[in-house]
């Protein structure tokens, strides 16, 4: 999982889990003014029939029975939520209703309860369209001179908590949705905040892995990973300060002994020819061993001169008019004879005619001999090599194909890295090489603007390619893409 996702996944739960805890707050929060309201109401239904049986008493005293029968009409009138009102004497008999054609009536009913004292009796009817009713004596002193009751619609009550409580989801699903939106917004924008530095980091871990010590990471956040990155650009600084120390010295090294070492082999070469007095067939044996370590120690000094011109970007290429194809005839003529000995077929594959385009005749001999001779180096006996010329709109593509023993995946992207040996082929050859043979002829190629590549299967062999551009024109100096 990619540290981007894991951030931003991290921050979401952390953005749910805060919603969830606003959203259980509100939901408490309504619940509990709800529950006021609720108190409230019955507070104040409490308080009316209160105020209502003062009246009757008030009528009682005055023997005035029509000041409760408009008092009844008015709080009728006034409260959409009351049914009805009643007020029966103490023999059973309505004094006053809501409704004026049951005044005079008996109502036996409110006789069934047993109220005493001025605390109000309430009972809930589920049955009768969700009603309230609210009993309450009418007390002269301690005797009881009738009962007021007052019946409440419940429905307007149920419609605001059903209301409120609507109001309440859609504001947490609000709040919810607009905090998720957030969260999850900020929580990409963070995640690429942390990420992206991260992502630079690892690329530039990369490059100087592949030997780009010259990389500079570019982060200029203030925070731990900028001082991080601070760091890393000061590790690959010195990286590539002690590996130009380290291409010095052996540059040098390599100077100071190509001379001696050339000295050397001419005097070894002049022992064998007898120019210096006779020997005998042991000894001549002998001299011709050295002679040829000194040639294979010399070549490989070669290389890593040439290499290091090459990574300086010191080569030179000199671009003159070339025929591709008469360049890879004259190197497999003169290659040939290695692969004679294994009895290896070496064939070029080219057209009849090409045009010419403009590069080093040396270097591009050079680039040919090193394939050519890795392909025999790593090919059986009676195997085959081919080297084939295709010609492309804008560039040459050249191939050299083997029947070899292949190139392990792993070793595929570092194949053309200096020094780079692939461990399993060591063996199969008698004498190691210096490993440049192959970062030379990627320096060689990317010189004249081109590119190189292989393509391989284990135990089935391989191809490498290079491309030469058509469009290079002569007497300039081509564009060295340096190798770190």
């Known amino acids: 999982m990619k540290l981007k996702l894991k951030f931003g996944i991290s921050i979401t739960i952390?953005?749910?889990?805060?919603?969830?805890?606003?959203?259980?707050?509100?939901?408490?929060?309504?619940?509990?003014?709800?529950?006021?309201?609720?108190?409230?109401?019955?507070?104040?239904?409490?308080?009316?029939?209160?105020n209502l049986a003062h009246v009757c008493r008030e009528s009682i005293i005055g023997n005035d029975q029509l000041l409760i029968i408009n008092q009844v009409k008015n709080i009728k009138r006034n409260n959409e939520e009351i049914i009805h009102i009643i007020y029966v004497n103490e023999k059973g008999k309505i004094m006053a209703h809501t409704e004026p054609k049951k005044i005079g009536n008996q109502d036996k009913k409110l006789m069934m309860?047993?109220?005493?004292?001025?605390?109000?009796?309430?009972?809930?009817?589920?049955?009768?369209?969700?009603?309230?009713d609210l009993f309450l004596p009418v007390m002269m002193g301690e005797k009881k001179a009738g009962t007021i009751t007052v019946r409440f619609s419940q429905v307007k009550l149920n419609m605001l908590i059903e209301e409120t409580e609507q109001q309440t989801y859609t504001r947490i699903a609000g709040i919810a949705g607009v905090s998720l939106l957030l969260g999850l917004f900020g929580s990409v924008v963070l995640a690429g905040m942390m990420s992206g530095p991260i992502k630079k980091l690892s690329r530039g871990a990369l490059s100087i892995g592949e030997g780009k010590l010259d990389t500079v990471i570019d982060i200029k956040s203030r925070d731990e990973l900028g001082a991080l990155a601070g760091e890393f650009n000061n590790m690959a600084k010195k990286l590539?300060?002690?590996?130009?120390?380290?291409?010095?010295?052996?540059?040098?090294?390599?100077?100071?002994?190509?001379?001696?070492?050339?000295?050397?082999?001419?005097?070894?070469?002049?022992?064998?020819?007898?120019?210096?007095?006779?020997?005998?067939?042991?000894?001549?044996?002998?001299?011709?061993?050295?002679?040829?370590?000194?040639?294979?120690?010399?070549?490989?000094?070669?290389?890593?001169?040439?290499?290091?011109?090459?990574?300086?970007?010191?080569?030179?290429i000199i671009r003159e008019k070339i025929n591709i194809a008469d360049i890879i005839k004259e190197t497999i003529g003169l290659i040939e004879p290695l692969a004679d000995k294994k009895s290896i077929i070496l064939e070029a594959k080219v057209p009849d005619e090409t045009e010419e385009l403009y590069g080093d005749r040396k270097n591009l001999e050079r680039v040919l001999h090193n394939l050519i001779s890795n392909a025999i180096k790593f090919t059986p006996e009676k195997g085959r090599i081919t080297v084939s010329l295709e010609d492309k709109k804008k560039e040459f593509i050249v191939s050299v194909n083997d029947t070899g023993v292949g190139i392990p995946p792993d070793d595929i992207n570092s194949?053309?890295?200096?020094?780079?040996?692939?461990?399993?082929?060591?063996?199969?050859?008698?004498?190691?090489?210096a490993g440049l043979g192959l970062a030379i002829v990627k320096g060689i190629v990317e010189a004249h603007e081109g590119r190189v590549w292989v393509e391989s299967k284990l135990k089935?062999?391989?191809t490498f390619y290079f491309s030469l551009p058509k469009g290079l024109s002569g007497d300039e100096p081509a564009e060295n893409n340096k190798k770190d």
């Open 14 to 50: 952390m953005v749910m889990i805060l919603v969830a805890g606003i959203s259980l707050f509100l939901v408490i929060s309504e619940r509990a003014i709800l529950n006021k309201i609720i108190k409230d109401k019955k507070a104040s239904r409490i308080e009316l029939s209160k």
């Open 113 to 132: 309860y047993k109220l005493d004292s001025e605390i109000p009796l309430e009972i809930i009817f589920p049955d009768k369209e969700n009603t309230w």
């Open 240 to 316: 590539k300060e002690l590996d130009d120390m380290k291409d010095a010295f052996v540059s040098n090294i390599t100077h100071d002994l190509k001379s001696p070492l050339g000295a050397m082999k001419g005097y070894v070469d002049f022992l064998i020819k007898g120019r210096m007095g006779n020997i005998n067939d042991r000894q001549r044996d002998a001299l011709v061993r050295v002679s040829e370590n000194a040639e294979r120690l010399s070549n490989f000094i070669g290389d890593i001169l040439d290499y290091a011109k090459i990574n300086s970007g010191a080569i030179a």
């Open 415 to 433: 194949i053309f890295d200096r020094f780079h040996q692939v461990k399993d082929h060591i063996k199969l050859v008698k004498t190691r090489g």
């Open 460 to 462: 089935k062999g391989s």
